[in-house]
T-cell receptor, first 112, second 110 residues
Framework: GENVEQHPSTLSVQEGDSAVIKCTYS??????FPWYKQELGKRPQLIID?????GEKKDQRIAVTLNKTAKHFSLHITETQPEDSAVYFCAVTPDSWGKLQFGAGTQVVVTP | DAGVTQSPTHLIKTRGQQVTLRCSPKSGHDTVSWYQQALGQGPQFIFQYYEEEERQRGNFPDRFSGHQFPNYSSELNVNALLLGDSALYLC?????????FGSGTRLTVV
């Protein structure tokens, strides 16, 4: 089955710096790659997603890049703010309606 | 526009008991998926319901069962509870691309 590895497990950054989280996957049939942000005690919220026919997508301070050949995709957060502190999860699925296989999560801490 | 609502928010059960969790999908969504999230881990897929049928299932034992009603709402049932079933149970609804998650039910088995 699909295996998703997410690194790093924790990430501490100074406010204003950039944060990068990387995920690798094993199933070449995967074609939908969402990222979720989960604050303590709250539900996962979709922050950005990308499909396999696109190499990069950007939404304000957040961007996702996908390398299908190498089977990895990354989340980039620029100009980090304290409210970016949360756990971030990557996920993959071979079909946009199907089951999501999640990474183990990255705890991001942004210090003022 | 209501999002995904789950009930109850918290639940404490004893080993061996049975539990039923409920989920109302976001308006306009017709597909409901259930995930189990243990502390400090990513959500694990339990199963997905579409048109009142189980469409996909993850690696969970038969103690985990579900149902979807004609109004698209769904239930997750867990029988013979084990201590290891303690987790946050998340419901996610969708119609086509993208999921919306509910806030979850925190189940504690003692």
């Amino acid at each position: 089955g699909e295996n998703v590895e997410q690194h790093p497990s924790t990430l501490s950054v100074q406010e204003g710096d950039s944060a990068v989280i990387k995920c690798t996957y094993s199933d070449s049939a995967s074609n939908y790659f969402p990222w979720y942000k989960q604050e303590l005690g709250k539900r996962p919220q979709l922050i950005i997603d990308i499909r396999s026919n696109v190499g990069e997508k950007k939404d304000q301070r957040i961007a996702v890049t996908l390398n299908k050949t190498a089977k990895h995709f990354s989340l980039h957060i620029t100009e980090t703010q304290p409210e970016d502190s949360a756990v971030y999860f990557c996920a993959v699925t071979p079909d946009s309606w199907g089951k999501l296989q999640f990474g183990a999560g990255t705890q991001v801490v942004v210090t003022p | 526009d209501a999002g995904v609502t789950q009930s109850p928010t918290h639940l404490i059960k004893t080993r061996g008991q049975q539990v039923t969790l409920r989920c109302s999908p976001k308006s306009g969504h017709d597909t409901v998926s259930w995930y189990q999230q243990a502390l400090g881990q990513g959500p694990q897929f339990i199963f997905q319901y579409y048109e009142e049928e189980e469409r996909q299932r993850g690696n969970f034992p038969d103690r985990f069962s579900g149902h979807q009603f004609p109004n698209y709402s769904s239930e997750l049932n867990v029988n013979a509870l084990l201590l290891g079933d303690s987790a946050l149970y998340l419901c996610a609804s969708s119609k086509g691309v993208g999921y919306t998650f509910g806030s979850g039910t925190r189940l504690t088995v003692v």
